[in-house]
């Protein structure tokens, strides 16, 4: 690198898997993305003015994120000031800062998220103290169906967090998303809600809506085919002002085969009740006052038996 340093303006994608070194620093400019893959001991700064810089070497000098600049990757970079995005990852990935992280009232930190059993989301990781402020983005992959409560912990400090970032209004349908910090990280609460109980739904039994909704909304946890977990994921994070269209428009499906699966739920459901009263009977010797009781708590219990206990929340750190 030059004495005075670089500048790489680029309107397309590179990749640079050389060790970059020498007394100047370096800027990214452009709108395309900058991928350096190789060691960077160069002693000036690095300035994301334009496009995205993706680190998945390392970066000793210190960084700036400007307002046009994106910072990501799989790899070190030095302390850092964001004014701009910082996504870390290349997709879903971990960015490390070896040093102090500074976000500004400008700057963004968007977290991509994978909702499933494994629970893969991005993460920064900050060997120093990290200031907040600014906004956080939370992006969910196309099929999240947020089946159960979940704690994400996405940011984490050795040298402490101060501050807050905003977040954005996620009104949505289907879930709930809470930022929560604590003395060396912030984190993410994921809450399901259940769209079946939205009031906007229409309340009229020849309605298709809420029958659809009821039978994609319940077994959100449960296997699905493909056309249905799409489905579901796009009506969850729908805004709550819109999802009563959204779902009328969306249902139903197939009519064949909601009517199918709403006969198969509807039908297990009430074989078990079914059963639950002939015991019921079958605990008096005959037709008595005796067996009342116990059937009149069944009846008023079936609703709240149907939908079933609420799941723990779980950690992922």
Known sequence: MLPGGGTIDNGFDVSVGQAIAGPGGLTKNGVGMLALGGEGTYAGITTIAGGRLLVNGSIASAVEVEALGILGGNGQAGST???GTVAPGNSIG??????DYRQLPNGTLEIELELDDQGRFDRLNVSGAASLAGHVNYVPSADSTFPSPLVYTYLTTDGGAQGTLATPDHDFAGVRFETVYGPNQAQLRIVPEQMADDPS?????TDPAPACINVLDRPRGNALTATDRTLLAALIITPSGEFARAASEACPRDSASLLLAVRSTTGARMGLVSNRIAQVHRSVAGPSLSGLPDA????SGVELWIQGSKAPIRTVT
Request: hydrophobic share 40%.
């Open 94 to 99: 971990t960015l490390a800062i070896a040093g």
């Open 81 to 83: 000031n964001n004014a």
């Open 296 to 299: 009149y708590r069944l009846r």
């Open 201 to 205: 739904l229409p309340d009229d039994p």
